[in-house]
């Protein structure tokens, strides 16, 4: 039987719509939102690909909103499974389980036809190459960067126009009261389609001028009761969380309106993202942060490389694996710790290894075939016995409270409880040799302060390299 609740206080306004029927069975909110950032994928058969008749989908709203329902109360239990009843009883199980859902979701559409952003171009030859200006976007997409000679890549696509959403919640308001902070908490921080928490497909309501910090600590002050909770708070194992505090927001210094410079056809709410997007990027690889500055690396250094990571993991393969360099650039890798820390960013995470014989080569001689450019190795780290470990890390655009139409990057920190557990032991793979070895992503303040991307953000990070991310936003 789905459990029974109360709500002492829900202290929320409804979106826009709250209607409750006469005869007190079910409660109907209704709110409108707009996609103001290109869709990545979404459609039937997931991947980059697209649903050309129903590009936003009931279904796919629907678990976005079991996710921040999830997000916003997870703290309230103290068992992965006193959780999962309660999400049963509010949003369903499968058939098998034989629990119907108390909510019922439609999306009315626009009428505006998409448009598409197509984030690579071609070259002079067969390759692709980044479109001009949406270097950061297509970092965020890199999981789909296009092979050289491929025929055709799959473009972004532009929703335009108001959709509307309308839900109705079957039994008494403390079940309403909890769709319609799932609901706000997805409008404020969520998206539609794929790789939302990168701010592809990021949706924005009603809510829009209401302050992201202030809606986190109304979220987290609920009373709400819950069958079998005694009002504590909890962390359950990797079940993520909203944080608990306004340190988990972070907002970029820059606002992006009509009347600012803009890109060709590109809005301020893409501007706002691509900006968030241009700030990962450098702060994990970008020239003068992330790396080695083309005009700092050593005299004899290849010109056409990329400088020395300021992060450790490269050095930390070279060491593991065997594969030495050039004497001066080591100096780049003194003092670093052995550690892995851009793994709490999200993982897979590809490692790949550019040169030839005179710059790299391995101790035992046996070296793979190498000409030019080619890859000298490929490194793959993962999580122990998994495949890929979801980011932390949430960017979108986030209108300003000041006014309409101008937009700032937003970063928002999920928590994880023990994430740390994860981290501890990570799985190295040598994708051409096959070897495995166990690293660790966990470290110390200490640690954390010799690594120059963490420690010339200003300001204390602990030892997160997601919170120095936050920092440098």
Known sequence: MAAQQKSRRSGLPAPVQRVRDVNATSTLIETTFRVITPLHGGGVSGGTGHDSVTPVRGASIRGQLRFWWRAVFAHRFNTVEALSRAEAGLWGTGAREGCASRVAQWVTAPTELPTTVDLYERGNNTSWRTTDGWEGVAYLARAYVPKRGAPRVEPLIRLPGEYKISLRISGSSSWADQVNCALQAWLTFGGVGGRTRRGFGAVDGALTHRRPTQLLSELRSQEIDFEGTDGGSYAIPLVAQLPATSAGIAFGRQEFGFGAPDMDGVTPAERAWIEAANKLRHFRQGEGMGRVSRRDKPRDAPPNRPGRS????????????????????????????????????????????????????????????????????????????????????????????????????????????????????????????????????????????????????????????????????
Not at 313 to 325: F, K, N, Y
Not at 368 to 391: Q, Y
Not at 453 to 458: E, F, L
């Open 310 to 473: 300021y992060w450790p993991e490269p050095d930390q393969i070279r060491s593991l694996r065997g594969l030495t360099s050039d004497p001066q650039s080591k100096r780049a890798s003194r003092g670093l710790p052995r550690k892995f820390p851009r793994a709490e960013f999200g993982m897979p995470i590809e490692f790949e290894f550019f040169g030839d014989r005179d710059v790299y080569y391995r101790v035992n001689n046996q070296t793979n075939t190498v000409r030019g450019d080619r890859v000298l190795d490929k490194h793959s780290l993962n999580p122990a016995g998994k495949d890929r470990m979801a980011s932390p890390l949430v960017l979108r655009p986030r209108q300003s409270s000041a006014q309409d139409g101008v937009y700032k990057a937003m970063a928002l920190q999920l928590h994880v409880p023990h994430l740390a557990d994860v981290l501890s032991g990570l799985q190295l793979t040598d994708s051409l040799s096959g070897s495995v070895d166990v690293v660790d992503a966990r470290l110390t303040p200490s640690e954390a302060d010799r690594i120059r991307p963490m420690n010339t953000v200003g300001g204390p990070v602990g030892n997160s390299a997601v919170a120095a991310f936050l920092k440098y936003l």
